[in-house]
């Protein structure tokens, strides 16, 4: 739960701390490949030191993309009402955009863990 904490941050932090003004119209996705490998690397680690089924691990990873967008919808709709007008397609594309890496690092995790020793 810590890594998707942190995930979240290194994503949302950086894209709600600029104005609206200054991002672009394709918002989170100017930054696609940074957002996917955080997401990639934040699941491969999650999965990989966590004792939870993966498919648990990569539910919650999902929403950290989702949870950024959602926060830069609620930033800027306080100074202008109109300016997420199809905000719900925003967290759609969100999602599948999160989609492959969690995969991956889905894959990954499983990975780590099989080659790692069992306890005793």
Known sequence: MLVAG??????AVPY??????SVRDDGIFAWFWLVELV???????AGAVSHAPLAAVM??????????VVGRVVIDTA??????????????LAIFMTLPPICVGGL???????????PG
Do not use: F
Not at 6 to 11: E, G, K, R
């Open 6 to 11: 942190l995930t979240t941050a290194v994503i």
């Open 59 to 68: 539910a919650l990873m999902l929403a950290c993309v989702p949870i950024a």
């Open 79 to 92: 100074s202008d009402p109109t300016s997420h007008n199809l905000w719900p397609l925003e967290v759609v």
């Open 39 to 45: 997401v990639l690397l934040g699941t491969t680690l």
């Open 16 to 21: 709600w701390s600029v104005s609206y003004d």
């Open 108 to 118: 990954l995790a499983w990975a780590i863990r099989r080659a790692s020793p069992g």
